[in-house]
């Protein structure tokens, strides 16, 4: 089925009650919260990174809670927030991502499931490195995480040389969600973005075929434009550039919406709820293809 349709209330750790500051992730094999505690270690702190407390007596992780959970868990029970807003988790999660990198860690598992919400709503923070690779060797990026459509392609990374393309694909995906509201591939606006898994399943060959989508300029600008196109493409050297490029775009966005050349694009989404039935029926008539840069 494709992924984010009819989906429950999604928190990736499980409040401890004794420490009500404290989240602990689901008791896994030692060694899984290990590694995990291992990358932690490898990365350091980062206001980007959810803090890593350690691991407790029942050897599973222990790290702060953020009471909003995750992005996905916020926007099924939470209004929308604004466009920049959501820009901004953009470039939280990319600069977290390129500290990952700049520590020589592919994170492996981007998705608005592994980035969780800041308490007051303005941040975001990325978590969840079960996955994730130490120094990835620059011939053989892994790829077998991130699901369809945010997996990078295999002859798509293989071409690149890039050793972060499975990242840097996940990212650009994640990121034009946050700002278009739609989901890599997707028919419709929203979270639940397929009518059905044939068209999921046909839509997502198009990234095999390498055509991704894209922002519209008009409604976004150039250079967040630039951002998602480049990211798709594998074209920047890590996320630390990435972040740069995003923080870059945000700032020309606002300057360019505050001048009145650039309208909200929150103003051209059909504001109909993405995790009831009725949607995607109600906005199927806003399908557009995907189309290569």
């Known amino acids: 089925m494709p992924p984010f349709s009819k989906i429950p209330r999604l928190s990736p750790w499980t409040e401890d009650e004794d420490h009500p500051t404290q989240w602990t992730k689901d008791l896994r094999p030692f060694a899984y919260a290990f590694l995990e505690y291992r990358i932690y270690q490898q990365v350091g702190p980062h206001p980007c990174l959810v803090e890593c407390l350690g691991i407790n007596e029942e050897n599973a992780l222990v790290l702060r809670r953020m009471r909003n959970g995750s992005i996905q868990t916020y926007l099924l029970e ?112 929203g979270l639940n973005g397929w009518p059905n898994e044939e068209e999921y399943l046909e839509r997502i060959k198009a990234h095999e075929r390498g055509e991704f989508d894209q922002l519209d300029p008009t409604r976004f600008g150039e250079h967040f434009v630039r951002v998602v196109e480049r990211g798709f493409r594998l074209k920047y050297t890590d996320a630390q550039e990435f972040a740069r490029e995003c923080e870059d775009a945000l700032k020309h966005w606002k300057d360019a919406f505050s001048r009145g050349e650039l309208p909200d694009p929150d103003t051209m989404i059909p504001d109909i709820p993405a995790d009831t039935p009725a949607a995607t029926a109600a906005i199927a008539d806003v399908v557009t293809d995907p189309q290569p840069f």
């Open 78 to 189: 939470n209004p929308r927030p604004d466009f920049a807003t959501r820009a901004q988790w953009v470039v939280d999660i990319a600069h977290g991502m390129g500290h990952l990198h700049a520590s020589g860690v592919l994170w492996n598992d981007c998705s608005i499931f592994n980035a969780l919400v800041s308490d007051d709503g303005a941040h975001a923070l990325i978590c969840d490195f079960g996955s994730a690779i130490i120094w990835p060797p620059v011939a053989c990026p892994r790829i077998d995480v991130a699901l369809p459509p945010y997996a990078v392609p295999l002859s798509h990374a293989f071409a690149s040389g890039n050793p972060w393309a499975p990242d840097l694909f996940s990212l650009a995906g994640v990121a034009l969600f946050l700002l278009s509201w739609q989901h890599p591939c997707a028919a419709v606006p």
